[in-house]
């Protein structure tokens, strides 16, 4: 029979295993958005990047083929990709 206190360890153990399964869930339901300038109206539109097919440089504009079709913007591709992944760079906190 295990002691009650690794009882409680293992206790501890499966509802933080329990927590990172919610959290994980969580983030993959969420949608990927950006805020993009579009090219034709100059207008600032919130982008779903989960539905892009891929991102390509233009002439003068950056084309996006979506699922859907495609949508010319204003923002580079760097400035696309920076957006993208805003949480590699700003977190700093460590892992735990």
Known sequence: MASPSRLLIDKL??????QLIQKRKHKESMAHLITLTNADSNEDILFN?????SIEKGH???I????WGRQYVKDTLDDIMDRAEPTKRLDA???V
Not at 13 to 18: A, G, R, V
Not at 64 to 67: C, E
């Open 64 to 67: 996006i083929t979506t699922r």
């Open 60 to 62: 003068q504009n950056t």
């Open 49 to 53: 990047l989960d539905t892009v097919v």
């Open 13 to 18: 153990i499966d509802e933080k295993i329990e």
């Open 93 to 95: 906190s460590p892992q």
